[in-house]
């Protein structure tokens, strides 16, 4: 089967600065992919190219299209946030979704108004009326009302006070996901998003260093917490990055010896915030 | 179609100085009407009824027309930057609507919405001007506003107005979009930029000025080649103060409908403007931000 996101070589300069640097991924469909990546990896220019906002090289194809030359027809079953807090000032609520249920044959206008309902915004306001998260708020009502097949969320809950942030997730994976629907999202709070990935892409300056499933991680990843006398010995099984942590040595190892490895203390799969630290920090491992 | 109605209504949402400063023109129009010393107007008597009502007209509308010429000018400068700048290009570009529908409606705005406005708002204003002149200052003016031909042929007039200088200006107003879609900040300065070095440049390497001449004549070529801006046959003669002062007797003796469409510099231009307007596509599709 093809995948809903294939990128071979995908290559993005600004100048002497590469952005992209030869990336290759994949996402198939019913995922919940997480990129993620410190600042500068690549994160928003891979969102860019993958919602056909900028020119690249090499091969990208979503939803079987390029999305560069056909974005028109891509963004009728690709939605996203690619930011925080882009709705113009002088737009208003109502106006907002008119507008979309004017132009979006996949909008369900009655979605919107339920997702609205639940929180304080009224139909009149206008957006430089409102603050950070309630704008959030109103911008995830509209792109969650749309039927796609692929949603793109970029730092979709920055602005977002803790309980709007957990019932935006809440939301997401109960009434929003199915086996139909893929999702990519990019946060810098990993350890919020954990719990509903499927799938980890980790990207650092400009490529792509980990594209798992999270099943996977968990058997090509492994941990142990080792005490301080025995971290020498453990050390002979290769691992690629440790840290100090109370007292103890953790080290992260890949393809591990689980029998061998049980012997230095208690293995554990790694978290991903965990495993990102390792992978990033450990560097070429 | 519906979707170039939703984005022309997006318009109107962004841009309500579309309707505000007609509105506000017309406004003061009429209370100057309404409030001034209309009595002491002085009035050339003794040209014809006519001739006199539909200068009048004419100044009311030529004043609409002059204000909406600045203010589109500004509007196609600001309409491919302003998203850009407030990053909610974002927003606009997750819809399904493509960047030529986009810059084709933001065109469409500038040289067919905004004008209809600007004509409508012209001629409420004159009707009211010329029903509260008829009462306040009926002895001068008398029934010199309430001409219909007049009328009729002001409306013929105007719509002339916006279809020629659509086609004439279109040049002038695509450069103003691929400025608007291309500029990262200052698009005033970058519009006037390019032609002032090129003139500049022409003039110190060449010693020639084709650049000034093409852009001057592209400017106020359009009344030389859309009017009969001379006298010529169908002109009435009337003498006032021992003067002989020349008017068109009506609009057909005015306007000079197949100089204007069968003039090669019409089409040149409008070609230009097509070319242009492609270049505007093409950069408002690779540039999301700034």
Redesign the interface.
Known sequence: MTALIEARELTKKYGAHVALDRANFSVETGRIVGLIGPNGAGKTTAL?AI?????YEGQLQVLGREP?RD???L??DA?????VA???????VD?AI???A????RFRRDRAAELLAKTQITGKRRMRELSKGMKTQV?LAL?MAIDAKLLVLDEPTLGLDILARSAFYDALVNDYMDETRTILITTHQVEEVENLLTDVLFIDKGRIVLDSSLDDVAVRYAAVAVAADRVEAARAEKPFFERRMLGKVVLYFEQPNLEKLAGFGEVHTPSVADLFVAKLSGGAA | M??Y???I??EF??NRAIWTIPAVLGGLMILVTLFGKVNRISIPLQLPSQTVGGGFLLAVGVTFFVVMAIYSTWYLLDCLYA?RK??????W???????T?TVISKLATALIVIPAVYFAAADVTSLLMAFILSVRASSYIGGALWHADVWLQLQVLWLYVIATSAVWYLPLAAYLLVVSAWAKRAVMLWSILPPIAAILVERWFFGSQLIANQLWDRTVGWLVLAFHTSPGAGWQTTVVDNEAIRTPASIWSFLDIAGFFSSLETWIGAAAGLALIAAAIQLR??R?EM
């Open positions: 860019r919602l056909g906002l900028t020119a560069l974005r028109t027809l963004m009728r939605s996203f946030i690619a930011d882009v709705l113009p000032a002088w737009l208003r106006h008119d507008f979309v004017g132009v979006h044959p911008h792109t | 519906s979707t109605n939703w984005l209504r997006r949402w962004e998203d407030d990053r909610s290009i974002l927003f570009k997750s819809m399904p609507i493509s960047d529908t599709r690779r999301s």
